[in-house]
């Protein structure tokens, strides 16, 4: 059968890698990873494709021309019948609920608007898109966040808007930039906090947690030890948070309180073996809460624990216990990885959507 070629526009190859990023859990960037899904490809059966094609499209794209097969495998592989129906998908029937890639964002309105501080045609606008698809409102959130990597004041935006229901779940929940990249940043978080009504409900416990354990991260590992001492003194030794208050959240928050507590543990000068006893009861957590979550949740509680331990001083039997526990996780990632350090298999395990679009590295 006659094997046809299609030629990618920027715009629908850019979807094409951040829908196979999200299917694989990692962003292919080498090609090892490129390797990885070439594997993953023949072995769940949709079909084979070579690491060179893989790499030549994903990695270093020249102008390839791909044939019709190797598009119909990857549109099959992200859940679609063929490449037809992806295109029909992403650029004519629902163009609008598409991720697209970063754009000259000054050209956007929604630039212009949060930069003018035109608060009533915003607000409408956030309150227009309430029932609308979460696709959709996620790309209005991302939009919203390449904005204000662009404008003056962001934080004059997070002072109008931080008690907005889209902006609080969509801009600083679902989009949440671990890179703190935006200009004062931090600052939406302290009204995050302070937005949050104190009671014992599970809703305040996990706003309460997620706002200060985000903050505590960011301050620890820019080296702003003052800050975090603050937020550590008040999150681990003021508030009485238990194990059942933990469990009942979601594990994101969850999980960043239990695996933070060793950052603060350093700051306040605990000994050796406190500290160790610690990593031991949180390696005793990963081996009790394994079993019950899901793949997704998995790589959060890995990514959490391992990036404690790659910037404290761990020893490195821990580290090998934590990637044993997770040796399944480990197998549908490029192969190598397993041996390496630590740190190497981070960016694998990165659970925050915003880095699927706006990666960090």
Not at 323 to 345: D, G, M
């Amino acid at each position: 059968m006659f094997n046809s070629r299609n030629t990618l526009n920027a715009f629908t190859l850019s979807e094409l890698k951040s829908q196979i990023a999200i299917k694989l859990c990692f962003p292919i960037r080498s090609k090892s990873d490129c390797g990885k899904l070439s594997e993953i490809l023949v072995k769940d059966g949709y079909g084979s494709i070579s690491v060179t094609t893989i790499y030549r499209l994903f990695v270093n794209f020249n102008g390839i021309i791909p044939y019709q097969n190797t598009l119909d495998t990857l549109a099959k592989f992200i859940g679609f019948p063929c490449w037809s129906d992806f295109v029909e998908n992403i650029e004519i029937n629902n163009p609008k609920y598409s991720i697209s890639p970063q754009i000259e964002i000054s050209n956007s309105l929604l630039f212009h608007c949060i930069e003018n501080e035109a608060n009533k045609p915003l607000n409408a606008f956030f309150e227009s898109i309430e029932d609308s698809e979460y696709k959709f409102k996620s790309k209005v959130a991302l939009e919203v966040y390449d904005s204000l990597l662009k404008v003056k004041k962001p934080e004059v935006f997070f002072s109008n808007f931080h008690t907005n229901k889209f902006v609080k779940q969509f801009v600083l929940e679902d989009a949440f930039d671990p890179g703190f990249r935006i200009k004062n940043y931090d600052y939406a978080y302290k009204l995050y906090c302070k937005n949050t009504t104190v009671d014992n409900s599970m809703e305040y416990i996990q706003d309460y947690v997620f706002s200060q354990s985000v903050l505590f991260r960011h301050y620890f590992l820019n080296g702003n030890h003052e800050e975090a001492f603050t937020i550590g003194t008040k999150i681990y030794s003021q508030t009485t948070i238990t194990d059942s208050d933990l469990d009942a959240i979601y594990i994101f928050p969850n999980i960043r309180f239990r695996a933070y507590k060793i950052w603060y543990y350093q700051l306040i000068g605990k000994s050796k073996k406190s500290i160790e006893n610690y990593v031991i009861e949180l390696i005793d957590y990963c081996n009790y809460s394994y079993n019950s979550l899901d793949s997704y949740e998995k790589k959060i509680l890995f990514h959490c624990i391992a990036e404690v331990f790659c910037f404290s001083n761990i020893n490195n039997k821990y580290h090998l216990i934590l990637k044993t526990i997770f040796n399944e996780e480990f197998s549908t990632l490029p192969n190598y990885l397993f041996e390496k350090p630590l740190k190497k298999s981070l960016t694998y395990f990165e659970p925050n959507g915003l880095v699927h679009y706006r990666p960090l590295y």
